[in-house]
């Protein structure tokens, strides 16, 4: 089981309270589980990719084992501890603004 | 007994204030979707229970939310905005091409009769309509696709379409404004649309006859005559008195005609409002006092309303969508401001009173009357 750690503004508007855990059959990357959360919770899509593009939004960053994984390929395979359910994937909404 | 409910969107959360027919002693409910902006809520006049909030943040991009009982509880709607067909390009500020992009929605404005419908005007300018409360949205890309949208080019805030006016007899017939491209009608229910700028002038335009390009601030209609249409411009305050076909202008003695909101009374066709702001490069009320100009005349003759105002000290704008009435017999007047007051008055402006004065800053205001 992947476990997910989503911002506290994303949580609130999905109703949910400390991790998300998702599975994911084969080899999971980071689109495998943002698929995941968006067809669980269709009211986060949109909300970490963009609609139109499917990119990452600019200010929604992806963490995991003390590494910055924003600008990976989203296909890329997600780190083993992430897989293996030891760390979490955090998304965050980055420091920026007032 | 009759109530009141004002529908406030502020930088911060969503807010309702509710009072009884007298609008002396308000309960505050807040925030809702607290950190995020919420541009506009709006009430179905069908349904007044049925409620819309645009929710946007930079972060997280755009929600939308309903509420089917009076804003106690909400629920996601769908938040598809996706541009129809081909993309197509609009001016950016330095004039070079630029493909339309998605931000959010400016302003909701749900049908008259209808609960599940409703319109939603959306940065970068389209209009888009739900016909099933809210769970998806179609473009009505006639309006962006139209042959001027090439020339179109944001304002400082973005190029929004920020008013949405449903002809309350022809309901072919729909007003929109987006800055800074100016006002379209539709005469066939957003199949075909025309620009109606003529008679506008702005002063960065040298071509007196622009079809487009025009910094529309603001449209406003009394529900009884849907072809006289009131406009807060850039500058200048102006007036069509037919469906926009041509305009000219009413700032008569206003101390600066530059501003964002206009509103026209409940009952008094010829009678209305506007809040006068300093320039476009200090966007804050003249002299450092607060007030609204009102003309009872259709414009040209304004008179300043300042009883329970501030008229000292005072550095507050009201932006476009922050000002509406009430249609209880003594109409009601409110306006929200940037720093976080809304104000109202149950007199026809006469007088004023605070309702709220530590919001974060309002972005819109909505009046409900309930039964």
Known sequence: ?98 | MTAVRLLVGTRKGAFTLTADGTRKNWEVSGPHFGGWEIYHVNGSVADPDRLWASQTSGWFGQIMQRSDDGGRSWQPVGNDFTYAGEVGEHLWYDGTPRPWEFKRIWHIEPSRTDPDVVYAGAEDAALYKSTDAGATWTELTALRTHESGPRWQPGAGGMCLHTIILDPVDPDRIFVAISAAGAFRTDDGGRTWQPINKGLRSAQIPDEDAEVGHCVHRLAMHPSRPDVLYMQKHWDVMRSDNAGDQWHEISGDLPTDFGFPIAVHAHEPETVYVVPIKSDSEHYVPDARLRVYRSRTGGDDWEPLTNGLPQENCYVNILRDAMAVDTLDECGVYFGTSGGQVYGSSDSGDSWQPIVRDLPAVLSVEAQVLP
């Open chain 1, 1 to 98: 089981m992947i476990r997910v750690v989503l911002p506290p503004h994303l949580r609130t508007l999905a109703q949910i309270s400390g991790e998300v855990t998702v599975s994911i059959e084969g080899d999971p990357t980071q689109r495998h589980v943002l698929d995941a959360i968006e067809l669980r919770y269709p009211m986060l899509r949109g909300t970490m990719r963009d609609r139109a593009t499917g990119n990452r939004r600019a200010l929604v960053r992806f963490f995991a084992c003390s590494e910055d994984l924003s600008n990976e390929s989203p296909d890329a395979p997600l780190p083993p501890e992430v897989v293996a359910g030891k760390e979490p994937f955090l998304i965050v909404g980055a420091m920026a603004g007032g």
